[in-house]
């Protein structure tokens, strides 16, 4: 086993794909907190437990599933885990890699550059069919975004997918 002793001997992709998930379980714990205050209030104004226990339950689901988007590669494909489901992408057959405006459930679907959106983007993959599919589970800051979408076009065949049309 390899030890990282530095920040700098750690591989750019690696780097980039270890980040893929930490917005959503930031979220899920603010919301957690939320909720259980929200609980908490209820149980206090209302003599209810459930009331408590059923707002604390949501958030420990929420925060249970934002531990599961991830997105890792081998030599010849990438992988990305969404909430409920995984796909995977050959490189051979995917046009290029996009960063996009975040579009999905943390902002109701707005998908803006504007404020409202808090810089959040998320990665979209073009295949060479020409068909697009965004991965709103790819939510993170967009210095992340922008890292992992260039690691990611390098590694897609004749130069991060310079010459390659659709078909």
Same mark, same amino acid.
């Given at each position: 086993?390899?030890?990282?002793?530095?920040?700098?001997?750690?591989?750019? &992709? @690696?780097? /980039? $794909? *270890?980040? !893929?998930?930490?917005?959503?379980?930031?979220?899920?714990?603010?919301?957690?907190?939320?909720?259980?205050?929200?609980?908490?209030?209820?149980?206090?104004?209302?003599?209810?437990?459930?009331?408590?226990? &059923? @707002?604390? /339950? $949501? *958030?420990? !689901?929420?925060?249970?599933?934002?531990?599961r988007p991830k997105i890792?590669?081998?030599?010849?494909?990438?992988?990305?885990?969404?909430?409920?489901?995984?796909?995977?992408?050959?490189?051979?057959?995917?046009?290029?890699?996009?960063?996009?405006?975040?579009?999905?459930?943390?902002?109701?679907?707005?998908?803006?550059?504007?404020?409202?959106n808090f810089g959040m983007?998320?990665?979209?993959?073009?295949?060479?069919?020409?068909?697009?599919?965004?991965?709103?589970?790819?939510?993170?800051?967009?210095?992340?975004?922008?890292?992992?979408?260039?690691?990611?076009?390098?590694?897609?065949?004749?130069?991060?997918?310079?010459?390659?049309?659709?078909?």
């Open positions: 086993m390899d030890i990282v002793l530095r920040s700098e001997d750690v591989d750019p &992709t @690696s780097h /980039a $794909l *270890g980040k !893929v998930g930490l917005l959503p379980r930031l979220l899920s714990s603010i919301f957690l907190v939320l909720f259980s205050l929200a609980g908490l209030v209820g149980w206090v104004a209302s003599g209810v437990i459930a009331a408590f226990i &059923t @707002s604390f /339950a $949501l *958030g420990v !689901v929420l925060v249970g599933f934002s531990f890792w590669t081998d030599d010849e494909a990438v992988f990305v885990r969404s909430y409920f489901g995984t796909r995977r992408f050959a490189f051979i057959d995917v046009l290029t890699f996009h960063d996009v405006p975040y579009s999905g459930l943390w902002n109701r679907g707005a998908g803006t550059e504007s404020w409202l983007r998320m990665i979209i993959v073009i295949r060479l069919r020409g068909s697009t599919i965004p991965f709103p589970a790819t939510l993170s800051s967009r210095r992340t975004c922008t890292a992992l979408v260039a690691a990611l076009n390098a590694r897609l065949p004749n130069e991060g997918g310079a010459d390659r049309t659709h078909e």
